[in-house]
């Protein structure tokens, strides 16, 4: 599966954005689709992931109740929906898929920056 992830940009403290994570490939293969970021001079870290077939959605403590993950199968896509945004939460924004039978994130797409500004 090869991922592009989109829909970065400058926004000011408060704001929303919404990311999008187009899928090519055998996604019938995916398991868990998910975001992670990789804030300046930080590791990777994990924000949010749904599952590719119930639809059910788990959320870093950082993300609750302030980021939405969804998902269209049918066209491939995946969705990060951003409110309410921090200086935080400025970073690089990457999709990746968790396929089945396998214990780990894989397919990294290239990220999309996000810049959160007071």
């Known amino acids: 599966v090869q991922l592009q992830a989109s829909g970065g940009g400058l926004v000011q403290a408060g704001g929303s954005l919404r990311l999008s994570c187009a899928a090519s490939?055998?996604?019938?293969?995916?398991?868990?689709m998910g975001w992670f970021r990789q804030l300046p001079g930080k590791e990777r870290e994990y924000v949010t992931s749904i599952s590719r077939n119930t639809g059910n959605t788990h959320y870093a403590d950082s993300a609750k109740g302030r980021f939405t993950i969804s998902r269209d199968n049918a066209k491939n896509t995946m969705w990060l929906q951003m409110n309410d945004l921090k200086l935080e939460d400025t970073a690089v924004y990457y999709c990746?898929?968790?396929?089945?039978?396998?214990?780990?994130?894989?397919?990294w797409g290239r990220g999309t920056l996000v810049t959160v500004s007071s």
């Open positions: 990746a898929v968790r396929y089945f039978g396998r214990a780990s994130y894989e397919s």
């Open positions: 490939g055998r996604t019938s293969s995916v398991l868990f």
